[in-house]
């Protein structure tokens, strides 16, 4: 006896395979950013004169982006066991959630991060899919 | 043919979700020391005469822990599919080296990071769990 | 009905694990280097005289594949469900291409981290693999 992968799991693989473009997209505008504002490799961040906000947030918004990335993928995956179509659309928030969170941040003011705390909605439904796929492996739930 | 994945998946699945929470610990702790030591967004690290060791302490022992986990769910996962309880086991013993690492961070003397060294024990065991799952899927062992 | 993990998903298993170790080629990169260019933890990068240019770019080297790990495990194991072998080919098409990435940029010449690009080989058969796998699930293709 075992749990086999639901048919419907190819929308969780887009799901996933779809974030990949996202954190792609925060990549080349750090790119860019690094172009119009001088930033040269290997430099992280903007230093000089106590560092240039625009630049720096445009850098942040993808790192954080990416202190978050493999926990979503993490239960996007397991979630998607037991949850598959609950699971895509958890993940669709989540990555919207993550746009807007850069989209704000690339205004220049921190605070405006805050556009895409939505997506904690995402996050937290694909959470509570991951535990009741594990629940239902053990036959609990 | 072909695998499936064993009902005592449901811990790896656990286990795995636990992690996620680890690693909000530790970003808690980032947040909550950006207050205390003044230390504004976009900014990564302390930087200004030197830097704050503490907090640039802090913000290490979070990062030092994303960079090692993708890995470590891909060994949890793929070792689990053929020892569910041993990976699941060894997933708890890597987090609580983990908790360990920051613990010591947090001292502020960055050689007590070795607290959590033992959590390579885990590593090393989810290393052995994944080799042998796939072995055991091409017929080998 | 439902979809199964072929046999030879062995290849994908030994393949993802195997890049953690490519990782971790990296990781002691940067250990070494800490030591040779007086770097000490928590420092991260080196920012004195406006910043050693080697160590910094041995930093970024590990930092970078850090960048696109994630990602390149989901597409791996997803792509791998359908193609496990094309996927384990690609796959270490893509960690030489790392591998090239990093000993150019260890030239102290981020331009020369080009040498990896034959890497994105790797990656786009992955994602191609994966968007066939989801599409292979949903009896679409």
Chains 1, 2, 3 share one sequence.
Not at 14 to 22: D, I, K, L, P
Request: proline content about 4%; hydrophobic content about 40%.
């Amino acid at each position: 006896m075992g749990v086999s992968i639901p048919s419907e799991f190819g929308y969780v693989v887009f799901t996933g395979t779809a974030s990949a473009f996202v954190l792609m997209y925060k990549a080349i505008n750090v790119g860019m950013a690094r172009k119009k504002y001088g930033i040269k490799y290997p430099k992280m961040y903007s230093e000089e004169n106590g560092g240039d906000n625009m630049f720096n947030c445009i850098q942040r918004a993808h790192q954080n982006s990416l202190e978050n990335y493999p926990q979503f993928l993490w239960v996007l995956f397991t979630g998607g066991l037991a949850h598959p179509v609950v699971a895509s659309i958890a993940g669709w928030i989540y990555m919207a959630g993550r746009i807007a969170f850069a989209k704000g941040y690339y205004t220049g003011n921190p605070e405006n991060r805050r556009w895409g705390s939505f997506g904690y909605i995402g996050m937290f439904t694909l959470i509570g899919c991951s535990v009741h796929s594990g629940l239902r492996m053990l036959g609990i739930a």
